[in-house]
Every structure is written in structure tokens, then in C-alpha cells.
């Protein structure tokens, strides 16, 4: 699973990271990946519990992610119907629209309080 910066200059594989961390600054809390001795900005957010959020989406995303891909794979010794080509389409295109998280704006993160 890739992961787009909020920034859209940093595609990284969230399978080569060392690690992905929520650092606070003073003005901004930020996301950054760690792959090699390297770190890339990811996202940049008001406070710490948007950040968090934003991990928390990014852990479900992968999770989702990983259980199509599951899928997908147990369905190739099946038989081919009509119908269960239908459903390896459908599981291709979901899986096609998860392969890349794409890290939100600030503002389109919402925290329950």
C-alpha cells in the first residue's frame, strides 16, 4: 500500500517504512516516515489528536486493504462463473481505490471530543 503526502510531492510504500511518528512542533503537529535513515513530511495538522486520527484511518485503510488483497488471492483456484468474475472485478477495483491513501488536509479531519 502506497502512501500520498498531503502535500502530493511524497509517494512512499508503507511496506519499506521503519516506522511512521507524530511529532509536535510548536505551531503544527506533523506526521513523518522514517524508511532508511530518511524522514518525509507526510501531513501536517493543528493538534496532536488530529494526527492521531489520521494514523488511526491510515491503520484502517491498510487493514481494509490487506483483506481485499486476501480475498482476491483465495479466489484465483475457484471456479470461473459469470458471477464470481463479476465479484474479482468488484474486489480488483476496491482494491485498485485502496492501494493509495491519500493523507487528508487538516480540515477534513474531525475528532469526536
Same mark, same amino acid.
Given at each position: +500500500?502506497?502512501?500520498? /503526502?498531503?502535500?502530493? =510531492?511524497?509517494l512512499?510504500?508503507?511496506?519499506?517504512?521503519? *516506522?511512521? =511518528?507524530?511529532?509536535? *512542533?510548536?505551531?503544527?503537529t506533523?506526521?513523518?516516515?522514517?524508511?532508511?535513515?530518511?524522514?518525509?513530511?507526510? *501531513?501536517?495538522? /493543528?493538534?496532536?489528536?488530529?494526527?492521531?486520527?489520521?494514523?488511526? %484511518?491510515?491503520?484502517?485503510?491498510?487493514?481494509?486493504y490487506? %483483506?481485499?488483497?486476501?480475498?482476491?488471492t483465495?479466489?484465483?483456484?475457484? +471456479?470461473?462463473?459469470?458471477?464470481?468474475? +463479476?465479484?474479482?472485478? =468488484?474486489?480488483?477495483?476496491e482494491?485498485?481505490?485502496?492501494?493509495?491513501?491519500?493523507?487528508? =488536509?487538516? /480540515?477534513?479531519?474531525?475528532?469526536?471530543?
Amino acid at each position: +500500500m502506497l502512501i500520498r /503526502s498531503q502535500n502530493k =510531492e511524497v509517494l512512499t510504500n508503507l511496506n519499506a517504512l521503519a *516506522g511512521i =511518528e507524530i511529532a509536535e *512542533g510548536p505551531v503544527k503537529t506533523v506526521i513523518t516516515s522514517y524508511i532508511t535513515g530518511c524522514s518525509y513530511l507526510l *501531513g501536517e495538522y /493543528s493538534n496532536k489528536q488530529k494526527a492521531a486520527k489520521v494514523l488511526d %484511518m491510515l491503520q484502517k485503510a491498510h487493514a481494509e486493504y490487506e %483483506m481485499l488483497r486476501g480475498m482476491s488471492t483465495g479466489m484465483g483456484g475457484i +471456479m470461473v462463473t459469470y458471477n464470481t468474475k +463479476m465479484i474479482v472485478n =468488484e474486489l480488483e477495483k476496491e482494491i485498485q481505490e485502496k492501494t493509495i491513501f491519500q493523507m487528508p =488536509e487538516d /480540515s477534513e479531519v474531525e475528532i469526536n471530543d
